[in-house]
């Protein structure tokens, strides 16, 4: 959800498949072939990046709620120096300050090292979050992890909002309609593996990363029958992989969501709502809530995501890869926070059990007696914890146990851990501590702008984790030179504590976050 703050294998098919190899790899650096054209990019001192590469065709008029298409092949050689267009979302508190929005925006930037285009290097393709509603690649700076880490990484776009995930039935055959944004992510997986060599990358070795919306796309793509085959490693950021709406309930929201813009009609409903402009659809289509935040996204029971990933994951039936896996100590006190600083939202006693009910449903009373407001400074505190433990915490580290018990990769479990993490501006007036919340850990990896600058012990901290998620890229395993041994579940059911004050293996994590409570709910 950083953008709320900041605003393989297989065959090729699809977007981006069954095109013709892309020609031999020219001499100047700066240049690189695909399938459907040339590309110029810019060469730095210490990485080149390839930036706006159109991976899908434009999904507008007829294509707008359908699956990607392949892109046209254009003639010349296309300038890959300027990042594309953002996908389609609200603008309101956009801290990106109103950057171009375009229904036309699935696109991917391409980052290597400075001396990568003779060489077969691992490829890191990361997933942005955002709620699915918001966000874009462009955020994501890879410079220092692909000059350091020696890898290249692929950051994308794919359709957000109603846009990408409404679910109304007449838009498709029955089960086939949403998860178009999910169906993007596929699409850029597959332009990798058909395109990832002419700029260094061995296709052969791709690794599926993201956090938040990001991770939960991860978990999604564990389980869906058309990502086979596209990665061989995954990585999970605070992955809310629970919170998947069903196709009744995304069906039901979505009719809803039509008939608000006078597409009610089932007989003309589908004609209706592509004929609308695209300015008007920037407003979410809603199905699911956490507290008093709202998500958009996949939608399981469908063709895409035949099953629920939890349900997968915990039957031993996901994709047997090496996973990484993990959490930030403090998650649920940024979405506070942001509710505090944008919406204004100043909870009291009275507030607590409704925001437990809006979370945790026929548990909240359960949950409220484990969590008695009387053991918290404050509403914000108690709420926080709770969703942290119930939500990310001990959902991650049951999805960690199920996927270590699978025969495939070994799985490596984490927590950051610096709870004097730099936060952005807004977050640095809260009346109680932000902590090491969610989102935090991105800019210990990439160079997102904003907040104060890193200090010494936080940027070896930041060196560090680029070590260990590079070397994982590379080899399936993050053990890094230099740095503290980092075991795999199996070796003790311990977890990477990443701390600037020196990473370590801790082995109390579930009972820190109220684990042994959270399951038996279950």
Not at 95 to 116: H, I
Not at 126 to 139: D, E, Q
Not at 224 to 245: D, V
Request: charged share 20%; glycine share 12%; proline share 9%.
């Amino acid at each position: 959800m950083l953008a709320t703050l900041l605003i393989a294998l297989g065959c090729g098919h699809g977007a981006g498949g069954d095109r013709a190899a892309p020609a031999a790899k020219p001499a100047d650096p700066a240049v690189a072939p695909t399938a459907a054209g040339t590309l110029r990019g810019v060469v730095a001192d210490d990485h080149r990046l390839f930036a706006g590469i159109p991976y899908a065709a434009p999904p507008v008029g007829p294509l707008r709620w359908h699956a990607p298409e392949p892109v046209a092949p254009w003639p010349g050689v296309r300038d890959a120096t300027r990042y594309g267009p953002r996908c389609m979302q609200e603008l309101g508190g956009d801290l990106e300050l109103g950057r171009q929005t375009d229904e036309d925006c699935l696109n991917l930037n391409v980052w290597t090292p400075r001396s990568a285009s003779d060489r077969k290097l691992p490829v890191m393709v990361w997933i942005h979050g955002g709620a699915f509603v918001n966000g874009s690649g462009r955020i994501y700076d890879a410079r220092r992890m692909v000059a350091r880490g020696d890898i290249v990484v692929v950051t994308i776009n794919y359709r957000l909002g109603a846009l990408g995930f409404l679910a109304h039935p007449s838009l498709g055959p029955p089960g086939q309609v949403g998860n178009y944004g999910l169906e993007d992510q596929q699409a850029a997986l597959r332009w990798v593996h058909d395109n990832i060599a002419a700029f260094g990358g061995d296709p052969g070795k791709v690794t599926i990363a993201g956090e938040s919306a990001g991770g939960m796309s991860v978990c999604d793509h564990l389980v869906a029958p058309g990502s086979k085959g596209l990665f061989r490693a995954a990585i999970i950021q605070s992955g809310p992989c629970q919170a998947q709406a069903r196709l009744p309930v995304a069906q039901a929201r979505s009719i809803d969501y039509a008939a608000g813009f006078g597409c009610a009609d089932p007989a003309t409903a589908a004609r209706c709502l592509r004929a609308l402009p695209a300015d008007k659809l920037r407003k979410p289509v809603w199905f699911y809530g956490i507290g008093d935040d709202q998500l958009t996204g996949p939608v399981t029971g469908s063709q895409t995501l035949p099953t629920d990933p939890v349900a997968v994951i915990d039957e031993g039936r996901a994709e047997h890869v090496p996973v990484l896996i993990g959490t930030t100590r403090d998650e649920f006190t940024l979405f506070v926070g942001m509710q505090y600083v944008r919406d204004g939202k100043r909870y009291t006693p009275a507030d607590y059990p409704r925001l437990l009910s809006a979370t945790f449903g026929e548990h909240a009373p359960a949950v409220a007696r484990h969590y008695p407001l009387s053991n918290f400074p404050s509403v914000p505190v108690a709420i926080s914890t709770a969703v942290t433990d119930g939500v990310f915490a001990c959902i991650g580290d049951r999805l960690a146990h199920s996927l270590a018990r699978d025969d495939g990769g070994a799985v490596y479990s984490y927590e950051f851990n610096d709870r004097n993490a730099p936060a952005p501006e807004p977050l640095r007036t809260l009346p109680f501590p932000v902590g090491a919340s969610h989102s935090l850990e991105l800019r210990y990896l990439f160079d997102t702008g904003g907040a104060p600058a890193l200090d010494p012990a936080q940027l070896r901290l930041s060196e560090q984790m680029i070590d260990y998620w590079t070397a994982f890229v590379r080899t399936g395993d993050p053990a890094a030179s230099g740095q503290p041994e980092w075991k795999d579940l199996a070796a003790g059911n311990a977890v990477m504590s990443l701390q600037p004050d020196g990473s370590r293996m801790v082995g109390d994590f579930a009972q820190e976050h109220q684990c042994g409570f959270w399951a038996g709910l279950r």
